[in-house]
């Protein structure tokens, strides 16, 4: 299968927040971005891997700051390294203020999906091609993370995370 670069899972996808997505404070759910993220992660899964993908895992969202009502949402998310079925995709969260335009990264996040074929079964999706120093660095730092997820998932032992390991010696 040929390797793709990062850039063809780019997804771009932007939300005003409304009153019905707030909190009591006019501050965003974080369940709806997390319902937002999934999307948006899910359009990069298909778009890398041109197949049917579900989500296996949400590895990591941080709500750093609240989002406010009427702030304009926009996520920007892409796989960062591929294995053999699942897909890591990194997901950043920018936050533009409506009546002063100005913008700025509000969090991160990474899903996990895993490309299935029309009976729900895993299948093989290409490698990453890593192009920008960000794509690169996100790339490094994957096996990492997917070490981690492993564990807590109970699917790998510690002893077998080598190169989680090497981060502690
Ligand atoms: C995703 C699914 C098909 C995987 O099935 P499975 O029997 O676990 O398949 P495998 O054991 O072959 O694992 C497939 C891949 O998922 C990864 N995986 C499975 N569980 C994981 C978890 N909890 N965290 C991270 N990765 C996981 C495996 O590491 C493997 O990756 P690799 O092929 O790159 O090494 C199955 O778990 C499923 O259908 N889950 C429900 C998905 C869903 O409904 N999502 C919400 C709606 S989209």
């Known amino acids: 299968m040929e390797p793709r670069p990062a850039s063809a899972g780019y997804a771009e996808t932007t939300h005003i927040v409304l009153p019905n997505e707030t909190n009591t404070m006019g501050n965003l759910f974080g369940g709806q971005l997390l319902?937002?993220?999934d999307i948006s992660c899910a359009i990069?899964?298909?778009r890398h891997s041109r197949r049917l993908a579900v989500t296996v895992a949400v590895n990591h969202v941080g709500f750093d700051q609240p989002i406010r009502l009427g702030d304009f949402v926009t996520i920007k998310s892409?796989?960062?390294?591929?294995?053999?079925?699942?897909m890591e995709i990194?997901?950043?969260v920018w936050v533009e203020d409506q009546h002063t335009g100005a913008s700025k990264l509000a969090t991160s996040a990474i899903y996990t999906f895993v490309a299935v074929d029309d009976q729900g079964k895993p299948v093989a999706v290409p490698e990453v091609v890593p192009v920008t120093e960000e794509e690169v660095r996100r790339y490094a730092g994957a096996l990492r993370r997917r070490q981690l997820r492993l564990i807590l998932?109970?699917?790998m032992q510690p002893k077998d995370a080598t190169e989680l390991k090497?981060?502690?010696t």
């Open 35 to 37: 319902k937002w993220l």
């Open 44 to 46: 990069s899964a298909h």
């Open 78 to 86: 892409h796989v960062s390294r591929t294995f053999s079925t699942s």
């Open 90 to 92: 990194w997901a950043d």
């Open 153 to 155: 998932s109970g699917r």
């Open 166 to 168: 090497a981060l502690f």
